[in-house]
């Protein structure tokens, strides 16, 4: 049978998204059916027969962005803003995969427990069976109440549900009754996170260390507040005291995200620190957002830049569990490739990003397919890859 091979050419730079072996050695990626399958220099490849062939004209190559933290509804439109095509907009932030922390602006969500399975169960299947513009969503994470019995982890996740949203936007808000649901989700394979800092809007309600502690979710969703952040004694103690994933959103205390980058780096724990948006939020849609936390977390935290990356490729795939994110063999062929920024001071994309400045996108690659060419948002770069 034929198979779908890609080959991309001269590329000047790979990111690995390996944050202890941030930059691989190597012009030329090959992959075979969506996955990775060899890369390193074109000479030592097997390179014959391609299906797509991209020339990057020496533009850098990473593992597709990863934004932890979204809150989808349906297709490609929010209404919580009232737009569309936010998530077509994201991919042209250089993000491939991006994570449901809760389809909590549905208009009449239903807090009932039927109710509230069926649209995490529906959700996850209209998210699986349509991505917009090739985006891979995971979506279908049901927002704990009180009410659930250790039979509705199940039943969630024998329907494919494999995520819980934010603990904490539902009505269950003391940390003994959240432990136990996250330890039925946990028992059945789904993966919890957290609403860490005050409320977000009317109605939603604070949660402090203590609590996020006690819950024990796998992620601390929002560690730097969405919006408001704790203060800074019980930002520390969780990264202290945790083993999870601390999440640094867009939509939060970007002060209190370099304090958790500046924490994370003394106690030996950046591979612990992953991305998201928090988006479409208050603040609303920000289809550059996991693009500028690295460049703030880069300039401002004193981050080299391809470990910055890491935080929104690597790390996540680790954290979360995720079949991309990362060039490793037989890994999801999810790659955003970009240069560094027209008139951006700085040497290299590198240099450029830690002085604080966008990269340019020029292509985004889903499961070996080229999903976007030239970003339409974000500065355009010197140089651009083609399909040849
Ligand atoms: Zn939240």
């Avoid at 809150?71 to 491939?96: A, C, E, F, K, M």
């Avoid at 920000?286 to 790390?315: D, K, W």
Wanted: proline letters at 5%; one cysteine or more; charged letters at 20%.
């Amino acid at each position: 049978m034929a198979v779908d091979k890609l080959v991309i050419k001269n590329i000047g730079l790979i990111l690995s998204g390996d944050i202890d072996k941030p930059i691989f050695e190597g012009d030329c990626m090959v992959a075979i059916d969506g996955k990775i399958s060899s890369w390193g220099n074109a000479k030592d490849l097997d390179t014959e027969d391609a299906t797509i062939t991209v020339d990057a004209h020496g533009v850098t190559l990473a593992p597709g962005l990863i934004d932890s933290h979204i809150h989808p509804v349906v297709g490609d439109y929010t209404p919580r803003q009232q737009q569309l095509n936010w998530i077509d907009s994201t991919l042209h932030g250089g993000v491939t995969t991006m994570i449901s922390a809760g389809e909590v602006h549905m208009p009449g969500r239903p807090k009932d427990v039927v109710g509230l399975k069926a649209l995490a169960i529906a959700s996850q299947r209209w998210y699986e069976n349509f991505r917009p513009s090739g985006m891979k969503v995971h979506a279908g994470a049901p927002v704990i109440e009180h009410g659930m019995v250790e039979e509705d982890f199940k039943e969630l996740a024998n329907s494919g549900v494999k995520l819980l949203g934010e603990v904490g936007l539902g009505t269950v808000k003391d940390g003994k009754t959240a432990k136990q649901m996250v330890d039925w989700a946990r028992k059945y394979g789904m993966q919890s996170t957290i609403h860490t800092g005050g409320p977000s809007i009317p109605g939603s309600g604070l949660i402090d260390a203590d609590m996020v502690m006690e819950t024990g979710t796998d992620v601390i969703g929002h560690i730097n507040g969405g919006h408001s952040a704790l203060p800074d004694d019980q930002i520390i103690c969780l990264c202290e005291s945790c083993k999870s994933a601390f999440e640094i959103v867009h939509n939060g205390n970007e002060r209190a995200g370099i304090l958790v980058v500046n924490t994370a780096r003394e106690l030996g724990k950046l591979d612990q620190v992953i991305l998201g948006t928090d988006g479409p939020a208050g603040s609303g849609v920000q289809p550059l957002g996991i693009l500028r936390m690295v460049a703030m977390l880069s300039s401002l935290g004193n981050v080299p830049a391809e470990i910055a990356f890491c935080f929104a490729n690597g790390n996540t795939s680790r954290q979360r569990e995720l079949d991309t994110g990362i060039i490793e063999a037989g890994k999801c062929a999810d790659f955003v490739l970009m240069d560094q920024a027209q008139h951006a001071p700085g040497k290299s994309i590198l240099e450029s990003v830690q002085l604080g400045n966008l990269p340019g996108v020029g292509m985004t690659i889903i499961d070996g397919k080229v999903t976007s060419t030239r970003s339409r948002n974000t500065p355009p770069a010197d140089r651009l890859p083609e399909v040849i």
